[in-house]
T-cell receptor, first 114, second 111 residues
Framework: GAVVSQHPSRVICKSGTSVKIECRSL??????MFWYRQFPKQSLMLMAT?????????EQGVEKDKFLINHASLTLSTLTVTSAHPEDSSFYIC??????????FGQGTRLTVV | DQQVKQNSPSLSVQEGRISILNCDYT??????FLWYKKYPAEGPTFLIS?????DKNEDGRFTVFLNKSAKHLSLHIVPSQPGDSAVYFC??????????FGTGTSLTVIP
């Protein structure tokens, strides 16, 4: 079946630095990618939706300058958490969807900002 | 290696009847489970969750059952409505860390 690879699975960074998370579709062309954030034992919160080659659409309350999303190709989208702070520590998950496929999830990235 | 499996790719149910979506997992260390639904051209949305300390969680028309010994969970929708037609994903994790998702079951509720 289709596979979405998310990297890294865990990252620890210092406060004030930036962290990039990659989401790759391995065997299909992902025309749309979704980025989610999950706090412990809570539901996934959609952060933004990106279509290949265009700017991401952010959900209300999500800072676009802090969470930079790039979807430059049909197999790769990146989420960059800029100037990270401890409150950004969370679990981030991507989901990729192709033109004729359902959405497939990455395994998530545990970000810890110290 | 698929650690979470949804063996039924599709399901059709008459409006008003019960929809039962099934999910099996292989890792006995999983302790948190979720169901998501996805409409065409939209991202997945959270539906309901259950932790391993419970065997049932109910939210309106949606109930999730967890059978730890069988490593099986199911989502019951009663009564089913045409608006419930969507793809449903189950997911499992250990202590809220790395998540493993099933491949989804497409539910069609027939009016």
């Amino acid at each position: 079946g289709a596979v979405v690879s998310q990297h890294p699975s865990r990252v620890i960074c210092k406060s004030g630095t930036s962290v990039k998370i990659e989401c790759r579709s391995l065997d299909f062309q992902a025309t749309t990618m979704f980025w989610y954030r999950q706090f412990p034992k809570q539901s996934l919160m959609l952060m933004a939706t990106s279509n290949e080659g265009s700017k991401a659409t952010y959900e209300q309350g999500v800072e676009k300058d802090k969470f930079l999303i790039n979807h430059a190709s049909l197999t790769l989208s990146t989420l960059t958490v800029t100037s990270a702070h401890p409150e950004d520590s969370s679990f981030y998950i991507c989901s990729a969807s192709g033109a004729n496929t359902e959405a497939f999830f990455g395994q998530g990235t545990r970000l810890t900002v110290v | 290696d698929q650690q979470v499996k949804q063996n039924s790719p599709s399901l059709s149910v008459q409006e008003g009847r019960i929809s039962i979506l099934n999910c099996d997992y292989t890792n006995s260390m999983f302790d948190y489970f979720l169901w998501y639904k996805k409409y065409p051209a939209e991202g997945p949305t959270f539906l309901i969750s259950i932790s391993s300390i419970k065997d049932k969680n109910e939210d309106g028309r949606f109930t999730v059952f967890l059978n730890k010994s069988a490593k099986h969970l199911s989502l019951h929708i009663v009564p089913s409505q045409p608006g419930d037609s969507a793809v449903y994903f189950c997911a499992a994790s250990r202590s809220g860390n790395q998540f493993y998702f099933g491949t989804g079951t497409s539910l069609t509720v027939i009016p």
